[in-house]
């Protein structure tokens, strides 16, 4: 929805289905009271989560014309795409699968060019529109310097193929939409630093090279190039596992010219680690209900003097318990962003808020997505009805920017 100089939307990832036709059923059933409720006059920004097997048979005749009618008769649009997992997203092992296939591969590139198809044929005029991506691929993968080499060299190059459709579309239709790299824990760009190092030493070395070679282009206008079309899909949850100073990250970004596409507006878990060792049961036993069989649930620890461990699953930290030295952990688990605390544990919230205020003051984008994916495996005491979950959540961030 449009609000004030913002679009809210939440991401449709929260709805199983892979099918385009479960995909639609899942809009038709769950988006119509939502705007009721939160945007009955006005326009409702849709954040579409399409997997591959939905983008196929999106394309099939007829399919996108039923699409565009049905947010016109809704008075719906579409503004943002989520093109980070490929394939099955719910009720099954998701874990390190949500990165394959990684930006190494044709069929990465590949879906992600027929969603750019599918976004260029929906987006409203007037505005950029853009598609969340993976962080490249998933390091535990990569085991020497030379394999994780070859993934820049091969990711770098794929992302540079989707830049130049992205450059041919704009001069064609008059389209801004752009590629959001969204770092995570564990991705081969997990953090900040990470995704700086990538710009300055693979993808904007490359492509100033590439496409001064390809369309005798200035370097400045090359970089200038990357940099509209390639950018940051910024998961409030991801940089606060990361235990990120988000005033510091987005200062630096627009300093190194690296623009943000969209904030994904979600919450992680953190909890304080007792000194006493007879208290860390409570922890242990706060923790348990959040181990599960799903998803990745990467746990960052910090020691007082800010050292910090990663562990790639929430059950590799909880064996670490009884004799870790940390004093608080985060971890990757999106909970309800109207949730500041539950039980023992506490939420990254204050980040979202955090967020919010320095977008407010900075205008790094107009683009906010509610991405609370976890919901069928968040344990059954916070469960509200998935409907009212949306709508509450979206109501909470509503209220924190007007």
Same mark, same amino acid.
């Given at each position: 929805?449009?609000?004030?100089?913002?679009?809210?939307?939440?991401?449709?990832?929260?709805?199983?289905?892979?099918?385009?036709?479960?995909?639609?059923?899942?809009?038709?059933?769950?988006?119509?009271?939502? /705007?009721?409720?939160?945007?009955? %006059?006005?326009?409702?920004?849709?954040?579409?989560?399409?997997?591959?097997?939905?983008?196929?048979?999106?394309?099939?005749?007829?399919?996108?014309?039923?699409? /565009?009618?049905?947010?016109?008769?809704?008075?719906?649009?579409?503004?943002?795409?989520?093109?980070?997992?490929?394939?099955?997203?719910?009720?099954?092992?998701?874990?390190?699968?949500?990165?394959?296939?990684?930006?190494?591969?044709?069929?990465?590139?590949?879906?992600?060019? =027929?969603?750019?198809?599918?976004?260029?044929?929906?987006?409203?005029?007037?505005?950029?529109?853009?598609?969340?991506?993976?962080?490249?691929?998933?390091? &535990?993968?990569?085991?020497?310097?030379?394999?994780?080499?070859?993934?820049?060299?091969?990711?770098?190059?794929?992302?540079? $193929?989707?830049?130049?459709?992205?450059?041919?579309? %704009?001069?064609?239709?008059?389209?801004?939409?752009?590629?959001?790299? $969204? #770092?995570?824990?564990?991705?081969?760009?997990?953090?900040?630093?990470?995704?700086?190092?990538?710009?300055?030493?693979?993808?904007?070395? =490359?492509?100033?090279?590439?496409?001064?070679?390809?369309?005798?282009?200035?370097?400045?206008?090359?970089?200038?190039?990357?940099?509209?079309?390639? =950018?940051?899909?910024?998961?409030?949850?991801?940089?606060?596992?990361?235990?990120?100073?988000?005033?510091?990250?987005?200062?630096?970004? %627009?300093?190194?010219?690296? %623009?943000?596409?969209?904030?994904?507006?979600?919450?992680?878990?953190?909890?304080?680690?007792?000194?006493?060792?007879?208290?860390?049961?409570?922890?242990?036993?706060?923790?348990?209900?959040?181990?599960?069989?799903?998803?990745?649930?990467?746990?960052?620890?910090?020691?007082?003097?800010?050292?910090?461990?990663?562990?790639?699953?929430?059950?590799?930290?909880?064996? /670490?318990?009884?004799?870790?030295? $940390?004093?608080?952990?985060?971890? &990757?688990?999106?909970? #309800?962003?109207?949730?500041?605390?539950?039980?023992?544990?506490?939420?990254?919230?204050?980040?979202?808020?955090?967020?919010?205020?320095?977008?407010?003051?900075?205008?790094?984008?107009?683009?906010?997505?509610?991405?609370?994916?976890?919901? $069928?495996?968040?344990?059954?005491?916070?469960?509200?009805?998935?409907?009212?979950?949306?709508?509450?959540?979206?109501?909470?961030?509503? /209220?924190?920017?007007?």
């Amino acid at each position: 929805m449009r609000i004030a100089d913002y679009h809210l939307t939440y991401c449709t990832n929260i709805h199983p289905g892979e099918s385009w036709e479960a995909t639609f059923t899942n809009l038709k059933d769950y988006v119509p009271p939502i /705007k009721e409720r939160l945007s009955a %006059k006005q326009l409702f920004g849709i954040g579409l989560r399409i997997s591959d097997e939905a983008s196929r048979e999106l394309m099939e005749p007829g399919k996108l014309g039923e699409l /565009k009618s049905w947010l016109e008769a809704n008075h719906c649009y579409v503004f943002t795409l989520n093109g980070f997992p490929f394939g099955g997203f719910h009720r099954q092992v998701v874990k390190d699968e949500v990165h394959h296939p990684d930006w190494t591969t044709r069929d990465r590139v590949t879906y992600t060019l =027929r969603l750019f198809d599918i976004l260029s044929a929906i987006m409203p005029s007037g505005m950029d529109a853009g598609i969340s991506t993976s962080p490249l691929s998933y390091k &535990h993968w990569h085991k020497t310097p030379e394999a994780l080499e070859q993934v820049m060299i091969q990711s770098c190059d794929h992302l540079l $193929e989707v830049v130049d459709r992205l450059y041919l579309l %704009k001069k064609e239709k008059g389209q801004l939409l752009h590629l959001d790299i $969204e #770092p995570e824990p564990d991705g081969i760009i997990e953090n900040s630093a990470g995704l700086i190092q990538f710009y300055k030493n693979w993808l904007l070395p =490359r492509g100033m090279r590439l496409f001064g070679e390809k369309y005798g282009m200035a370097a400045a206008a090359a970089r200038e190039l990357i940099l509209d079309h390639i =950018r940051v899909c910024y998961d409030v949850c991801h940089f606060a596992v990361a235990y990120e100073d988000h005033d510091a990250v987005l200062k630096t970004f %627009k300093e190194e010219g690296i %623009k943000i596409g969209k904030f994904q507006l979600s919450a992680a878990l953190k909890i304080s680690i007792p000194e006493k060792m007879g208290e860390r049961k409570t922890v242990e036993k706060a923790l348990l209900p959040f181990v599960e069989s799903t998803y990745l649930h990467q746990v960052i620890g910090v020691e007082r003097d800010g050292t910090q461990h990663a562990y790639p699953d929430l059950p590799d930290a909880l064996l /670490k318990l009884s004799e870790t030295e $940390e004093v608080e952990w985060r971890i &990757h688990f999106h909970v #309800p962003v109207f949730l500041s605390g539950y039980g023992t544990l506490q939420s990254t919230q204050e980040d979202i808020l955090t967020v919010l205020k320095l977008n407010e003051k900075g205008q790094y984008s107009a683009q906010l997505e509610v991405e609370t994916y976890t919901w $069928e495996v968040l344990p059954e005491d916070i469960h509200l009805s998935l409907g009212q979950s949306i709508t509450r959540e979206l109501d909470w961030v509503k /209220k924190q920017i007007t």
